[in-house]
């Protein structure tokens, strides 16, 4: 064997243009790593043979067409390894084989499939030996059989007249008879009479009856293998709030609590709004524990509930801190008091600085409006930012009305006016420093809509923006932007995540002047196409230095912008715990008008990464290369190359996801 390995090494290097002698030396040393690699292999492999314990090395799963073997894999006990996990020869710890155990599995398998409409299914477990004495492969036979099918749905309200007639028009209630999982014609499952129980419940709850009950019963034709469902209602007394009770307030009243709980004594009972009221008084910041039930009480037509809260304390300090590429480090600080007047509004002070941004801003927050979806945050600001190529002085208020339309909606409409002061640094070194002033006073909208799922993350996310500036002449500005930021997750696999974003805005309207930097949009950075640094896809112009070389490139914006990011994502837990990595794929580009907008200008970054899933947050670290990269790109001017072979590259490291 290694008198092959040896000639094909030879072989190898005069197929790479050098000699026997001068490459004979690499290949005794490729050849003795070999040998010492595969004498330990064996070595370590001898010695587990020799201590291993039998351990199950591969479950299968044969004759199952109703349930995949991912589904059966999760309701048995014995487990198997990874494809990766087998690898780890130096620890094979853990996936002992019972025999007990495999019994018992058969036994779950089988009452598995009887709960969801297999009578008569038969499984067996066989026991495989492999090429080593420890290796254990199981196969589970299953013979399914005929399922028992549905053959009739009935339903029983047991309740006047009146109140049935009433229910059968509620569109509530007509759903849950459509949307219950127990149709004719389907597979009768066990399982599924404490999920329709649970479903009218809940629906007769929502319109009303608060002592509401409900029975599934089946008759079997085990012959026929066929089954009679009904399904029995007993609505009980319609009911309505009665007292309303609330405990552990300290430094409110109890008027605001029920302000906002939204309950009111006398209004019709509905189990939905108990859940938002205990969901709109834990939203405020003041309280940190919120229950909202009705206690245990004999049926009638009034339903007594209570509340119960806790505050928070009343003063506290945050301090937060992080690092990145762009910002390099960051640190925040604020102090809050959480109710300063006795009426729950909320004060707090906040300073944040980075190399990139110094910011200081107080906010006052009034969290009830006409109802508790309603606030208002007023917040008067400084700050300061270093961009390339110029930097911002702005200091304002900005005042925000914030509704909160249902959980996955909300929309915000502010007002903010900024004095703000620019130093653009000049292209020539001989020439000042630009300095401009000018005012701002904007109208926003803002929104999002959010159908992800918060424990498998998935779903799509949309945020709108649109912003209006010099309205009815006030402000020395006048323009108008627009934006939209759609989002899409799909779990592939439980481990296996595809992320999608696209990202678009334009400026109009824009008065006779040029925009400020600041207001220009831009493209590039560590959460947008990650090939280039922060903002420096797109146009730019070239700064010199004192000697009059050319120093470098700086970003000048644009008045439209694109980008969008597609981004693969593989949890890496079979192997080390906490760990992913991702590939993507981004593009964008900028356009200094509405007009220059071209899909041949679109330019692509490509590239992989890795993250660690810690206690704040995922941390990113990303390699992205430029596909189709531009001279000042490049950092090449008037045909001289200016930049290194990093300049093709972007390294991004971050805490939070990209998108």
Known sequence: MFHRLFETLILLSHRAGCSIRSCSFVSLLLLFVTFATSTSLAASTMLLDEDTPERVWGIDFKGNETFPGMTLRNIIALESPSFFRKFRFWNRSGFDFDGTELRRDEIRIKRYYQRRGFPHVTVRAEVREGRRDWVRRIDFHIEEGEPTMIRSVRYELDTDDEIASWLEEQREFVRAK??????????????????????????????????????????????????????????????????????????????????????????????????????????????????????????????DINIRVREHALR???????????????????????????????????TRASLLEQRANLDYHIPYIFNPKSRINISPFGQRRDEPGYILLRGGINNSF?????????????????????????SDFRLPDDKQRYNISALTFSGYYNKLEVERYQGWALRPYAEFSGLFGT???????????????????????????????????????????????????????????????GPKRAIFGSDGEFAEYVPVGGKSMYIFNLELRQELHMLIRHFGMAA????????????????????????????????????RIDLAYKVNPTDEDLKIFNGEDFGNWFSRWGIHFSIGQAF
């Open 584 to 619: 993507f794929l981004d593009g964008g580009a900028v356009w200094e008008r509405i007009s220059d907008i071209n899909v041949d200008d679109m330019q692509f970054g490509v590239g992989g990464g890795f993250r660690y899933q810690s206690p704040i947050g995922p941390v």
């Open 402 to 426: 914030i509704y909160q339309i249902s959980r996955e909606a909300a929309g915000t409409v502010s007002y903010e006016f900024t004095r703000n002061r620019e130093i653009i640094e000049a």
């Open 178 to 303: 459509r949307r219950q999982v127990m149709q004719e014609e389907l597979r009768y499952q066990l399982i599924e009479h404490s999920d329709v129980e649970g479903l009218f419940l809940s629906t007769l709850r929502n319109l009303g009856f608060a002592f509401a009950e409900t029975y599934v019963t089946a008759q079997i034709d085990t012959t026929g293998r066929l089954a009679d469902v009904l399904i029995t209602l007993v609505p009980g007394p319609r009911t309505y709030f009665g007292e309303i009770r609330v405990d552990g307030h300290e430094t409110v009243p109890e008027s605001i609590v029920l302000r906002h709980s939204d309950l009111k004594a006398g209004d019709q009972f509905s189990s939905r709004k108990l859940r938002t009221a205990q969901q709109q008084i834990f939203g405020h910041p003041l309280f940190r524990f919120v229950t909202v039930n009705m206690p245990p009480q004999e049926p009638d037509s009034l339903v």
């Open 316 to 350: 506290s300090v945050r301090v937060q801190g992080g690092v990145g590429l762009e910002e390099i480090v960051r640190l925040s600080v604020s102090w809050t008091h959480r109710n300063p007047l006795g009426n729950a509004h909320t004060f707090s002070a906040t």
């Open 475 to 537: 402000g020395t500005l006048r323009y108008n932007r627009y934006s939209l930021d759609i989002r899409r997750y799909f779990n592939l696999t439980r481990s296996t995540q595809l992320a999608f974003r696209n990202e678009g805005g334009v400026i109009s309207r824009v008065g006779d002047h040029d925009l400020p930097s600041h207001i220009r949009m831009y493209a590039g950075g560590t959460s947008s196409v990650r090939g280039w640094q922060r903002r420096q896809l």
